[in-house]
């Protein structure tokens, strides 16, 4: 068996685990730049706000309906789901996280009343975080991720438990479940099965297994039989990224070369840690420069470009000063830069890295870098820097940003006795 627990609205429940005064309110969290709609509370799905609304078009419906908006806090949010996420790991060997609000456990093995074993995650999650989640237990991932579904939509009946172990029940729920809404079918894929005469989960599983694999390849036919109760998606307990990108759209247009390669230097420094944090090496970097696409008094700009580096390293200082050599590159004056983004890929393990005759990483930048890494995770993120970046990691138009009550000890919640 296989559980599959989601958080319930997880950036609007992280909101309201230090603000108890915004629970039974309409919540929507924005993204970038406080550009659009990312996730909204239950209360703001009944007032027809859509995933992706322009947060400009909607201000009226905002003020109208006291509607709370919040920017994206990414530290807040990532540190709760981390928080979460250990203590669901305490009721699997096998976990897999699979975003920052999902995770599978594999329960095989386990004699346990499964309905019971998620009652008991979930009231453990909310007492030690605040966080409200639902989970779904089933004999395949695919079938818990249906389960998952129902546990969430109807929670007076399920107290956000719910179980998959009968073949009537496998099948009552896939008749119940919409095409397009099962796990892995895209839109694309949902318009051929429209077409053929699939309307819920269940047609689906009754196609030929022939079609299915013609229109939908390998993995709508792993997919199809998963849902048949057939175990085929096996859990992917690999952490390790294959590469690792930082990107963002700047709070306004830079036109000079030094606050472009700053947040050069920024982002491939972030990449850097995150690399480190996987004990890899790269071996290729790729950065892009964009200029802003809706100014229409400049031509639009797009220029990307792909080192490959003479030696494997994950030195931030080596990495930025790969990064700043190919800006020089790509870098043309009098133009309005918009967004830059930096991507680390081709990865080796740090520990069975064969070292090159000829060219190789600086061997005392690898106790720098440890060092460097544990003031900042000790202290404050970016305490230690290079000289080339500034103290701000992502410079964002955050209005409605609230504080990092659990990351930094500034913003820690003070109780008046």
């Known amino acids: 068996m296989y559980s599959l627990i989601d958080c319930n609205n997880f ?140 546990a969430k939509k109807f929670p007076q009946t399920t107290n956000g438990s719910y179980v998959i172990d009968s073949e009537e029940k496998r099948i009552k729920a896939l008749k119940w479940l919409p095409i397009e809404d099962v796990w892995g079918i895209g839109r694309q894929n949902a318009k051929k099965l429209f077409a053929q005469g699939v309307k819920k989960a269940y047609d689906f599983t009754e196609m030929p297994e022939s079609w299915v694999l013609k229109h939908m390849t390998i993995v709508g036919l792993r997919l199809q039989k998963d849902l048949k109760g057939i175990p085929s998606i096996d859990m992917e307990t690999e952490e390790k990224k294959q590469s690792i990108s930082t990107t963002r759209t700047f709070d306004r247009d830079y036109d000079n070369f030094e606050d472009v390669k700053e947040r050069v230097v920024a982002f491939t420094t972030l990449s850097a840690e995150k690399l480190r944090n996987q004990n890899s090496l790269c071996n290729v970097l790729n950065l892009f420069v964009e200029t802003n696409r809706f100014k229409e008094t400049e031509t639009y700009y797009y220029k990307s470009i792909q080192l490959k580096l003479p030696f494997s390293t994950s030195s931030t200082i080596e990495l930025v000063a790969f990064a700043v050599m190919g800006l020089k590159h790509i870098y043309h004056d009098h133009l309005h830069y918009k967004k830059v983004g930096v991507t680390l890929s081709h990865f080796v393990d740090a520990n069975c890295h064969q070292p090159s005759l000829f060219f190789n990483s600086d061997p005392k930048h690898k106790e720098l870098m440890r060092v460097i890494d544990k003031i900042n995770g000790t202290y404050q993120h970016n305490v230690v820097r290079l000289a080339g970046m500034d103290e701000k990691t992502f410079k964002m138009k955050q209005e409605h940003l609230s504080p990092a009550y659990t990351t930094n000890i500034n913003d820690v919640i003070e109780v008046n006795l």
């Open 11 to 150: 950036y609007a429940s992280c909101e309201r685990v230090f603000n108890p005064s915004l629970r039974n309110k309409p919540i929507v969290v924005l993204s970038n730049n406080d550009g659009c709609v990312i996730a909204r509370s239950n209360e703001a799905k009944k007032l027809g706000i859509p995933m992706g609304a322009p947060a400009f078009q909607y201000q009226s419906v905002f003020r109208r309906h006291d509607v709370k908006v919040f920017s994206a806090n990414f530290h807040l949010y990532g540190d709760m789901s981390h928080r979460v996420m250990n203590i669901l790991s305490n009721y699997s060997p096998v976990s897999e996280i699979y975003s920052i609000d999902e995770c599978f456990l594999s329960l095989h093995g386990m004699n346990i009343d499964h309905y019971k074993y998620g009652l008991d995650m979930v009231e453990k999650v909310i007492k030690w975080t605040g966080i409200p989640i639902s989970v779904g237990t089933a004999p395949t991932k695919a079938l818990a991720k249906v389960a998952n579904r129902i």
